[in-house]
């Protein structure tokens, strides 16, 4: 009997094999060394992709100055896959590659990002191509052109911070727009007469020209508000909402100071790291009694907005601080300006 029941055993087994052949699975040994199954015939339907290159549409320059230019893309298709880095690629000759000059971009939004180019040469045509990769490789978009403008170098370099163009270096002009000459105060004595009149004027830090070298110069209220205009053609004066705008678009007034300051010249290692390439510098000041104080130490900026009758919204880096100060200030004081492009 004992054998007899094997025999019938065997026979069932092999019968139930013939009646139900395997079906193919996938087997996932777990860490916690169980297994899962999957029957491949639910897997392919889920899972079944083909990962093709990334498509690209390199967008036009949103903003181009004498020495940089902001360069915008869009991803058409990710190529079913993860797109891993991205940037655009410049150079003078046509059809730039990562072999030309590169830069990624870190400013991504899901399905457009930018950059920021810098150091360009004035007056030079660029081509500009964007890139992108994923599991697929690289890819590149279309290919652009931009010539960098040929202004004035009245106002030196400026640098584009997010939507706005910025000057990289305190203004340094004795004339207004119109060619009028703005009266230059080298003296207490002459200090105290422009004040008397509430004449707009201008003077280097401790009267000495050689700190003009550095910081350009400091001005009165009065000569941001002049009619004839302070800024050269095509800048103003921003407001007290434009720094507003600026030091937002850095993270704050808690975190935009250390990327405004100037990475050398600042008192007791109060450096920055510039990396939004405002370049502030420690100018000081020319106070309302008539002292000049904190070169090295602190820099100050006039806005073109009034606080009241008397004062004026204005800026300050300071070494000490790691925050952005903003303040009101007499009129009859001398700060350093900085420009923005219309």
Known sequence: MKTLICLLLTLHTCMTFAQEPAIPALRIFKSDKTIMTFPLRDIDSM?????????LQTQNIAIVTNTSAKCEAKIVSNGESTISKMGFCISTTENPTIASRTVFSTNFNGSTFSSNLFGLIKNTKYYVRSFAYNEAGLSYGNQIECITLNTPDTVLNDTIIGTQVWTTKNLDISKYRNGDQITHVTSIQEWEKANEKLEAAWCYYNFDPKNGELYGKLYNWHAVNDPRGLAPDGYHIPSDEEWTVLIDHLGGIDSADIVMKSTTGWYENGNGNNSSGFSGLPGGFLSTSGAFYDITELGTWWSSTEFD??????????????????FDYNKIGYLSIRCVKD
């Open 47 to 55: 899972i079944h992709l083909t990962i093709t290159p990334a498509v």
């Open 309 to 326: 009758k008397d004062d004026a919204w204005g800026r300050n880096l300071n070494y000490k601080s790691t925050k952005v100060g903003r």
